[in-house]
């Protein structure tokens, strides 16, 4: 896949560097928002998408299930992976313990 | 020093007495109009000018069905959880009997960031329920206590004689709402930026926050009739730390967890709950959630893995009759109970 296919989100700069809750009706910038706005149309229109994660203040554990993990999931983390990559350059361990969270490994 | 005396705002009498007014009002035009109420809803009072304050507390009143209970020289829930709970079980005992009650606090030494905000949920809770002034009191006497008291923004949400305009830096007054918003969790975040907090204990500080926040509106309500949940945080100079302090006035954790069949049973027979046992039981991730959901259930397993990470000293959880204190792995449930959960914990800066 050419790079210039690879669609570029920067969760801080083109959702929130505060992430939220789990749902919408929790307060601004859910996990739900997140995944309704950015992640289900990626995943429909069949493109990839490159998601960095630095820059965002922290990512609770709800928010990542409710925008990562419903969809890991429903389509299975294997397929889901196709479509994402992970960027967290500052700090590892955000994208390791969202990979974990689509793989079902932490509770 | 000043006297500090301040009264819970009357929110359902409040509004009954408007329209009341307003009926008036339309019935005979002619009648000279009354001022309306004083203050305008139950976050705040601003009266006029700090004459009118005065003149309104001169003296604390102790009417006839009024009782004057004596807050405990420590006055600090997690530190002095017996003596300060059974301080609000005599408050509850009081108005159960129908009468207004005084809260004496011109005695207290030491007052903890989460008695206060406790203090602050509990009235609300109570004018929620019970509706009108029901409570009032004094401030500490003594410093720091009064300080930290008169700062701390308590005073922002009852009627009072002072106002405190200053805002110290070595405070995050206190903050309620009932949302989830990552905006509040940044400036716990910044707070401790401030005051030297490294950046590794601050990212696990955000994630908890949250975590509080949803379990709050998730769980701590069943029922519709949703309260807040309040926040503060101070810097303490002399042990070089910032201590955060969170709390809401639900039902508890323990009331909200799934409970296995033997527990069941021993809830049935009449067997002491342990809910301290419960409480350890969802921190380790054993499944717990009431939502019966593969995916739910994650805030305090998260809460609990930021704690082992070592990013959080001096942990305390107090919810119903459990006390928990994490960093000295003492658990042990209460003789008497809290209305809601407590989180307290430090950041070494």
Redesign the interface.
């Given at each position: 896949m050419t790079k210039s296919s690879i669609k570029e989100l920067n969760v801080a700069r083109d959702f929130?560097?505060?992430?939220?809750?789990?749902f919408i009706s929790?307060?601004?910038?859910?996990g739900e928002e997140f995944r309704t706005v950015h992640l289900e149309p990626a995943l429909a229109s069949g493109e990839k998408l490159r998601i960095t994660l630095d820059g965002v203040?922290?990512?609770?554990?709800?928010?990542v299930?409710e925008a990562f993990?419903?969809l890991a999931?429903k389509v299975g983390p294997i397929e889901l992976m196709k479509h994402f990559e992970l960027v967290s350059e500052r700090?590892p361990l955000l994208a390791k313990e969202v990979l974990m969270r689509i793989n079902g490994q932490l509770? | 020093m000043k006297r500090i005396f301040w009264e819970a705002t009357q929110r359902k009498r409040r509004k009954r007495r408007i329209r009341d007014v307003e009926r008036r009002r339309k019935k005979s035009p002619s009648r000279k109009r009354r001022a309306a109420s004083p203050s305008a809803g139950a976050q705040t009072s601003h009266p006029p000018d700090q004459l009118a304050k005065q003149q309104r507390f001169p003296q604390p009143l102790m009417g006839q069905s009024e009782k004057k209970l004596i807050a405990p020289e420590n006055f600090n829930i997690c530190e002095n959880p017996e003596e300060s709970i059974a301080f609000f079980h005599q408050i509850d005992k009081a108005l159960a009997g129908g009468r207004r009650v005084f809260i004496d606090m011109g005695l207290v030494t030491t007052i903890s960031m989460e008695t206060i905000l406790y203090l602050l949920s509990y009235i609300e809770y109570i004018g929620d329920r019970h509706g009108g002034e029901r409570i009032r009191g004094n401030a500490p006497e003594t410093e720091p206590a009064q300080s930290l008291f008169a700062e701390s923004g308590f005073l922002h949400y009852v009627r009072t004689n002072q106002f405190v305009t200053s805002n110290s830096s070595k405070l995050l007054k206190i903050r309620r709402d009932l949302?989830?918003?990552?905006?509040l969790?940044?400036e716990v975040?910044q707070f401790g930026s401030e005051h030297g907090v490294s950046l590794d204990q601050l990212?696990?500080?955000?994630?908890v926050v949250?975590?509080m926040?949803?379990n709050t509106?998730?769980h701590a309500f069943p029922e519709l009739n949703m309260l807040h949940w309040y926040l503060m945080a101070r810097y303490n100079e002399s042990e070089k730390s910032v201590e955060v302090a969170f709390l809401d006035n639900g039902v508890g954790i323990s009331q909200t967890l799934r409970k296995r069949v033997h527990e069941n049973v021993m809830q049935f027979v009449g067997l002491p709950k342990r809910q301290h046992a419960l409480i350890v039981s969802a921190l380790n991730?054993e499944f717990r959630t009431r939502t019966g959901q593969d995916?739910r259930g994650?805030?305090l397993?998260?809460i609990k893995r930021c704690f082992d990470s070592g990013n959080l000293q001096d942990f305390f959880i107090v919810s119903d009759k459990a006390h928990l204190h994490l960093s000295k792995n003492v658990c042990r449930d209460m003789p008497k109970g809290l209305r809601g959960t407590l989180y307290k914990w430090k950041l070494r800066s």
């Amino acid at each position: 896949m050419t790079k210039s296919s690879i669609k570029e989100l920067n969760v801080a700069r083109d959702f929130s560097p505060t992430p939220g809750g789990r749902f919408i009706s929790d307060g601004p910038f859910s996990g739900e928002e997140f995944r309704t706005v950015h992640l289900e149309p990626a995943l429909a229109s069949g493109e990839k998408l490159r998601i960095t994660l630095d820059g965002v203040f922290g990512l609770p554990s709800s928010f990542v299930d409710e925008a990562f993990g419903v969809l890991a999931r429903k389509v299975g983390p294997i397929e889901l992976m196709k479509h994402f990559e992970l960027v967290s350059e500052r700090n590892p361990l955000l994208a390791k313990e969202v990979l974990m969270r689509i793989n079902g490994q932490l509770r | 020093m000043k006297r500090i005396f301040w009264e819970a705002t009357q929110r359902k009498r409040r509004k009954r007495r408007i329209r009341d007014v307003e009926r008036r009002r339309k019935k005979s035009p002619s009648r000279k109009r009354r001022a309306a109420s004083p203050s305008a809803g139950a976050q705040t009072s601003h009266p006029p000018d700090q004459l009118a304050k005065q003149q309104r507390f001169p003296q604390p009143l102790m009417g006839q069905s009024e009782k004057k209970l004596i807050a405990p020289e420590n006055f600090n829930i997690c530190e002095n959880p017996e003596e300060s709970i059974a301080f609000f079980h005599q408050i509850d005992k009081a108005l159960a009997g129908g009468r207004r009650v005084f809260i004496d606090m011109g005695l207290v030494t030491t007052i903890s960031m989460e008695t206060i905000l406790y203090l602050l949920s509990y009235i609300e809770y109570i004018g929620d329920r019970h509706g009108g002034e029901r409570i009032r009191g004094n401030a500490p006497e003594t410093e720091p206590a009064q300080s930290l008291f008169a700062e701390s923004g308590f005073l922002h949400y009852v009627r009072t004689n002072q106002f405190v305009t200053s805002n110290s830096s070595k405070l995050l007054k206190i903050r309620r709402d009932l949302d989830t918003t990552g905006a509040l969790a940044r400036e716990v975040l910044q707070f401790g930026s401030e005051h030297g907090v490294s950046l590794d204990q601050l990212g696990s500080v955000y994630e908890v926050v949250v975590e509080m926040m949803q379990n709050t509106r998730h769980h701590a309500f069943p029922e519709l009739n949703m309260l807040h949940w309040y926040l503060m945080a101070r810097y303490n100079e002399s042990e070089k730390s910032v201590e955060v302090a969170f709390l809401d006035n639900g039902v508890g954790i323990s009331q909200t967890l799934r409970k296995r069949v033997h527990e069941n049973v021993m809830q049935f027979v009449g067997l002491p709950k342990r809910q301290h046992a419960l409480i350890v039981s969802a921190l380790n991730g054993e499944f717990r959630t009431r939502t019966g959901q593969d995916n739910r259930g994650l805030g305090l397993p998260s809460i609990k893995r930021c704690f082992d990470s070592g990013n959080l000293q001096d942990f305390f959880i107090v919810s119903d009759k459990a006390h928990l204190h994490l960093s000295k792995n003492v658990c042990r449930d209460m003789p008497k109970g809290l209305r809601g959960t407590l989180y307290k914990w430090k950041l070494r800066s």
